[in-house]
């Protein structure tokens, strides 16, 4: 009888085994049932034991207690539904005897009709990453309770300053009246400026309280229907005294045709008023222009453009932050809280909408507020 040689392995599973053995990865196969059947010289260097020990189920001998669960749990659902197996488990590395983190995945080869013939898995080690990631969620964590606690403080120290505040307010006005009545003309001036002082800072406190509302997630939307036409002749109304006082001119236009909105009708007036008191402070002697416009059935645009100083590019990316000003050096610019702007910002995006601006140094500015007619959200 004619002697048979073994049959050679096929050029692909030699090509396979060269190529797994050469990875710097951690390698290996099972059979359609999920049983360990193959592991690369990455995996026994890892963990220095040797190949029969980790067949089968042995490989569970070194991943770390509490995940073994989990990726007992994955890997049968993977078996079942003959889908992608992916887990991050921890995995005993026997030099040092540390658990260290791994992306565990493995793909299903199927013949011709497809059955499942074998699965082929690695393991990377993304401990380093995930430490990484851990520090951030936790620097994370830390900044937003700082935040919190700053918004908190920011309420707690704004409510307080409110009371005594509107006492200053209240008492000068009284005084007006009672040196005018006294003939004490010459004492008017300087009550004036207390009022005017008591109502910025007022002013000051009430937008700081705002801003601590949003970013604690209390801002609060009453939404409700109203008349667009409405909203904007209220908030030129408001600013109409410095509009005058700096000899500007107030266009507002409305189209009868634009339909009602249902949204937060207190403040979308508060943004336009921002905007328009903005426009008033760095325009003076020209126009100021008040439009709503609807651009789709559901969206409406309010714009407010003026002639104003303008601002120069580099301005513009960091307008909308708290606190930030545009351009130092003018008495207007230094005269702001840099609240106003972020505050609009912030409304408009609780009504589902958004801000933006186009400004040329020297030409004026134009800001647009684009909402929605409906879907405010409500909380």
Request: proline share 4%; glycine share 6%; charged share 25%.
């Amino acid at each position: 009888m004619q002697q048979t040689s073994a049959a050679a392995p096929s050029p692909f599973q030699i090509s396979y085994r060269e190529l797994a053995e050469a990875m710097p990865q951690q390698v290996w196969t099972a059979q359609p049932s999920g049983h360990l059947d193959y592991v690369n010289r990455q995996v026994l260097d890892y963990c220095l034991r040797d190949t029969q020990t980790l067949l089968g189920a042995g490989w569970l001998s070194i991943v770390h207690p509490d995940d073994i669960e989990r990726s007992v749990a994955l890997w049968t659902r993977a078996l079942q539904e003959g889908e992608p197996y992916e887990v991050e488990f921890r995995l005993l590395r026997a030099s040092d005897q540390m658990y260290r983190w791994h992306l565990g995945r493995a793909l299903a080869m199927r013949d011709d009709q497809g059955n499942i013939v074998r699965w082929i898995g690695t393991n990377t080690d993304i401990h380093d990453r995930k430490l990484a990631e851990t520090a951030l969620n936790e620097a994370k964590a830390a900044a937003d309770d700082a935040n919190r606690a700053k918004s908190r403080f920011l309420a707690n120290v704004s409510h307080e300053l409110r009371t005594p505040l509107n006492a200053v307010i209240g008492y000068s006005e009284l005084l007006q009246e009672e040196v005018s009545d006294l003939g004490l003309t010459q004492l008017i001036p300087d009550i004036q400026r207390i009022y005017r002082a008591g109502r910025y800072l007022l002013s000051l406190i009430n937008n700081v309280l705002d801003l601590a509302k949003i970013e604690s997630g209390k801002a609060e939307l009453v939404v409700e229907a109203f008349d667009v036409r409405e909203v904007l002749e209220g908030a030129a109304e408001t600013v109409k005294p410095l509009i005058e006082n700096k000899h500007n001119r107030l266009d507002v236009i409305c189209p009868d045709d634009i339909p009602a909105m249902t949204s937060d009708r207190t403040r979308l007036r508060q943004c336009l008023v921002n905007l328009l008191s903005n426009a008033a402070k760095f325009t003076s002697g020209g126009v100021i222009r008040l439009e709503a416009r609807q651009v789709t059935p559901d969206r409406v645009l309010f714009i407010v453009e003026d002639t104003g100083t303008g601002l120069a590019p580099h301005e513009l990316p960091e307008l909308f932050e708290a606190f930030v000003q545009a351009g130092p050096g003018s008495p207007e610019r230094e005269a702001g809280s840099g609240l106003g702007l972020a505050i609009t910002r912030q409304f408009c995006r609780l009504m589902n909408g958004d801000i933006s601006v186009e400004s040329e140094l020297g030409k004026g500015s134009c800001f647009t507020l684009d909402l929605p007619v409906t879907g405010a959200r409500t909380g």
